[in-house]
């Protein structure tokens, strides 16, 4: 039987036991160069002293965006997240994950990766949060789809860093 915990959106009262404790969350995407990144920005931006973020990807060894994705960067920039954010990807490994409290991942293929690296107990969220695809485009017109699409994104990680952030205040 499976021990680890996964967390739906009406079962976040498992957090009783830390209540009041110094707790850790891993957001995990593929390159680590736009949506964990964003959420971990986000999320930090918040300035809440007893949550730690971090982030990684499980496919940033071979990134090919560069230390963050020029649209994640310009939503960074533009929603004054600079200071919030890591300075460089993380490739997931095992002692990434191992340690924290909640793992977030943004899609069920990421977990799927991660599976072995959970231990017992361990609780995760699966977010549902897509990517881009083809980030880099010759075309313009391409260009502002992402752009629009990249915002959107941002939209959806942020409304759930926010559910998450006051699940996390209503256990206090």
């Known amino acids: 039987m499976d021990k680890r915990k996964f967390v739906n959106k009406g079962a976040f009262l498992c957090y009783n036991e830390i209540t009041n404790k110094f707790m850790k969350i ?13 959420a971990e920005a986000y999320f930090n931006s918040k300035n809440i002293p007893s949550l730690e973020m ?3 990807g499980i496919a940033a060894g071979r990134n090919l965006n560069g230390p963050i994705a020029w649209y994640a960067m310009r939503i960074i920039k533009n929603n004054g997240l600079v ?4 300075n460089y990807w993380q490739q ?7 340690g924290k409290n909640l793992v977030i991942f943004m899609k069920k293929s990421h977990y799927d990766f991660c599976r072995d690296f959970l231990i017992p107990d361990q609780k995760y969220l699966i977010w549902n949060i897509e990517d881009i695809e083809g980030a880099i485009s010759p075309a313009l017109e391409k260009e502002i789809e992402n752009i629009k699409k990249s915002e959107e994104i941002y939209s959806n990680i942020k409304n759930k860093v926010d559910l998450l952030e ?3 205040q209503n256990q206090n």
């Open 26 to 38: 891993h957001f995990v995407c593929s390159g680590n160069t736009f949506r964990s990144r964003l």
């Open 54 to 56: 971090s982030s990684s």
């Open 83 to 86: 200071n919030f954010m890591s």
């Open 92 to 98: 997931t490994t095992k002692e990434l994950i191992e």
């Open 166 to 168: 006051l699940s996390i």
